[in-house]
T-cell receptor, first 114, second 114 residues
């Protein structure tokens, strides 16, 4: 069975601070994909980043960066120099090709104060 | 066009009503999904259609009836719902069976059952 755990339920920061969101996953699959999605108050889930299980290279994309550690089954996500518009709920998700199933973590609410 | 369009955005219905939620995409995606999201919870998968055929039903009650009339459209027919069915219903689409692609989500239909 697949499971995604986001231990932080809510994080509050002041604008320009960095925010790191934790994600730990469980799967028996050797091939899988991990995602981060952002859900603003409007409700739409917005794709942010994707990483496959064979590529542990960590990258930076604008103000977003991620740290994928397969040895610890973690896929953490960092927002650098946070802005008020970053306030949203962030979901980590694990994709299993068989059945096209996307399993979400519980979500972390990020509140960026001006 | 990278949009998934859901209608209506809001719906209030009585427990004896019959209504339908609609979802449309023109990205050529052949996998389409219905998710249910309760307040402060992650999305939960309900149904998956792959090439217009139902491939996953996550033990959803029969008062929810999905339909995929063609590769661009996905409907969710609602009948005799209960107040606890009130939630945000999200539609998504993706390339089926391929992990190296993200799912695109619509803005959802906020359903209230009275």
């Amino acid at each position: 069975a697949q499971k995604v755990t986001q231990a932080q339920t809510e994080i509050s920061v002041v604008e320009k601070e960095d925010v790191t969101l934790d994600c730990v996953y469980e799967t028996r699959d050797t091939t899988y994909y991990l995602f981060w999605y952002k859900q603003p108050p409007s409700g739409e889930l917005v794709f942010l980043i994707r990483r496959n299980s064979f590529d542990e290279q960590n990258e930076i994309s604008g103000r977003y960066s991620w740290n994928f550690q397969k040895s610890t089954s973690s896929f953490n996500f960092t927002i650098t120099a946070s802005q008020v518009v970053d306030s949203a709920v962030y979901f980590c998700a694990l994709f299993k090709a068989a059945g096209n199933k996307l399993t979400f973590g519980g979500g972390t609410r990020v509140l960026v104060k001006p | 066009d990278t949009e998934v369009t859901q209608t209506p955005k809001h719906l209030v219905m009585g427990m004896t009503n019959k209504k339908s939620l609609k979802c449309e995409q023109h990205m050529g995606h052949r996998a389409m999904y219905w998710y249910k999201q309760k307040a402060k919870k992650p999305p939960e998968l309900m149904f998956v259609y792959s090439y217009e055929k139902l491939s996953i039903n996550e033990s959803v009650p029969s008062r929810f009836s999905p339909e995929c009339p063609n590769s661009s459209l996905l409907n969710l027919h609602l009948h005799a719902l209960q107040p606890e069915d009130s939630a945000l219903y999200l539609c998504a689409s993706s390339l089926p069976g391929q992990m190296n692609t993200e799912a695109f989500f619509g803005q959802g239909t906020r359903l209230t059952v009275v």
